[in-house]
């Protein structure tokens, strides 16, 4: 029983080991980087050689750069018959004007190999390798700081999601000169974000009953969110605005023309009707004259009754 039990106790283990580690596709691209060519300078003679999956390399001759891939060049480094070179994206001018160029634009990214970060650690991390490479603490602090300015910028790009993010509509953004490691970070981050995105908006489609229509959404760099009104709403604003003006435009015209009519509805005091409504001069003339006369002459005199009429 104990046998039994002792027996089962490595499946067990061996299970929650491969639960707890996984193997992700963050693993397989670091597998994968291996095949970036780097040169090494051999110190021994070798012909070409085959490989079972059909890769061709060599020959090698001493003091003669050749180019293999990363694996078989760790390898050989591991024997110390070949130096390795190290490629020019790892010397200290290049990493320190491309961190100075990182840290000026906040809204772009620098061109790396798309294995950069990868390659660069395989190359530091092993012993024999990090022997090759000039100044390996520079150039791995370096390195560093590169990754956190970079991945500072991504998440300000990300932050779009939750600036202006919606049931409906998902804002679009455009990044280049994105390296493997940073893909497979978003793939872990924010891939979550888009995928609730599209739950919302299939609940909303179920909630409407019918699909919603997919309108182009305004393709951005990175940096700054930009403001969107999507199509539709636009329309429809636009269209509300249309017809507001052509009611305020009607009113405006019948109250012009009703001031025009009672304008014209003014007749003259020998009852004859104006076109423009403004009195002829003669009738102003006959109406002053008659009220000047009448300030001239005064209130009419009461006669006083004398003793000899009583």
Aim: charged fraction near 20%; include cysteine; charge should be negative.
């Amino acid at each position: 029983m104990s046998a039994g039990s002792a027996a089962s106790h490595p499946v067990a283990s061996h299970a929650g080991n491969s639960r707890s580690g996984s193997f992700t596709m963050y693993h397989f691209a670091s597998f994968a980087a291996m095949e970036v060519t780097v040169t090494i300078v051999p110190r021994f003679t070798m012909p070409r050689i085959s490989t079972a999956f059909g890769g061709r390399y060599g020959p090698f001759t001493p003091n003669f750069p050749t180019d293999v891939p990363l694996w078989l060049a760790l390898h050989i480094r591991q024997t110390d018959t070949c130096t390795i070179q190290p490629p020019p994206y790892v010397a200290l001018p290049h990493l320190r004007q491309v961190l100075e160029r990182e840290k000026e634009n906040e809204t772009t990214f620098e061109a790396l190999p798309f294995y950069f970060f990868e390659v660069v650690k395989k190359l530091c991390e092993v012993s024999a390798a990090a022997e090759d490479v000039p100044h390996v603490a520079e150039v791995v602090r370096l390195v560093d700081e590169v990754r956190a300015v970079r991945r500072r910028k991504l998440q300000q790009s990300m932050s779009v999601f939750e600036a202006e993010g919606s049931p409906v509509f998902i804002p679009g953004i455009k990044l280049s000169n994105i390296v493997n490691h940073e893909l497979q970070y978003l793939r872990t981050s924010f891939a979550i974000v888009l995928q609730q995105s599209a739950d919302m908006k299939q609940r909303r489609e179920q909630d409407i009953g019918g699909p919603i229509e997919s309108v182009p959404t305004p393709i951005r760099t990175s940096g700054t969110a930009l403001s969107y009104t999507p199509l539709s709403t636009a329309a429809a604003a636009e269209g509300r605005l249309l017809d507001y003006a052509a009611t305020r435009s009607s009113d405006t015209h019948d109250s012009l023309s009703t001031s025009a009519a009672a304008e014209q509805a003014i007749f003259t005091p020998e009852n004859t009707f104006t076109t423009d409504g403004t009195p002829s001069v003669a009738d102003a003339t006959e109406t002053g004259t008659a009220s000047m006369s009448e300030e001239i002459s005064g209130p009419p005199v009461k006669k006083r009754r004398t003793l000899r009429q009583t």
